[in-house]
T-cell receptor, first 115, second 112 residues
């Protein structure tokens, strides 16, 4: 069974540009999450999809970030325009259930560098 | 509000020595706790999780953790370190309904 995949693995962009990150969850997982780790800091929750609906987007830092999950399969996270402080590693995770005890399976992350 | 604190950003042990990574939690409700590991160039992998069924939780690769309510701790241990255990380890707590809050991580180095 394929795990959570993320694309690209690395992205280097200039400040003010736009970047789109993609996440493909494990097949059959209705729940999809985005997290971010800024250098030297904790991994922080960004948002949670149940199928194509945003269940919780309390962690989204500002309106420069837009997450979508059309059709309830893969998800994209767009940053527009990117700022220096957006640099970090963006992780995606998926789970079958939505209970607090359900395991979230993480992808390898996308390392974003904004110059 | 739930939170976790990992003591020590970097721990170094000799191969074959005991591994002890410390985690303390804060929670207003009975917590669900996790340990994740990130090997170089890989994603986060679940090592083990505490869901109130048993206070001593055994995970993959010989790791285990004990939930101690009186000490609000969930320390991760392994009796004998292997070189392959070198990685970054994250303690985490689940915030209902499904958000995870992570500690700042502990990087484990193994000396030959």
């Amino acid at each position: 069974e394929a795990g959570v995949t993320q694309f690209p693995s690395h992205s280097v962009i200039e400040k003010g540009q736009t970047v789109t990150l993609r996440c493909d969850p494990i097949s059959g997982h209705d729940n999809l999450y985005w997290y971010r780790r800024v250098m030297g800091k904790e991994i922080k929750f960004l948002l949670h999809f149940v199928k194509e609906s945003k269940q919780d987007e309390s962690g989204m830092p500002n309106n420069r970030f837009l997450a979508e999950r059309t059709g309830g399969t893969y998800s994209t996270l767009k940053v527009q325009p990117a700022e220096l402080e957006d640099s970090g590693v963006y992780f995606c995770a998926s789970s079958q259930g939505v209970r607090s005890t359900d395991t979230q399976y993480f992808g390898p992350g996308t390392r974003l560098t904004v110059l | 509000a739930q939170s976790v604190t990992q003591l020590g950003s970097h721990v170094s042990v000799s191969e074959g020595a005991l591994v002890l990574l410390r985690c303390n939690y804060s929670s207003s409700v009975p917590p669900y706790l996790f340990w994740y590991v990130q090997y170089p160039n890989q994603g986060l992998q679940l090592l083990l999780k505490y869901t109130s069924a048993a206070t001593l939780v055994k995970g993959i690769n010989g790791f285990e953790a004990e939930f101690k309510k009186s000490e609000t701790s969930f320390h991760l241990t392994k009796p004998s370190a292997h070189m392959s255990d070198a990685a970054e380890y994250f303690c985490a707590v689940s915030v209902p309904p499904s958000k995870i809050i992570f500690g700042s991580g502990t990087r484990l180095s193994i000396r030959p």
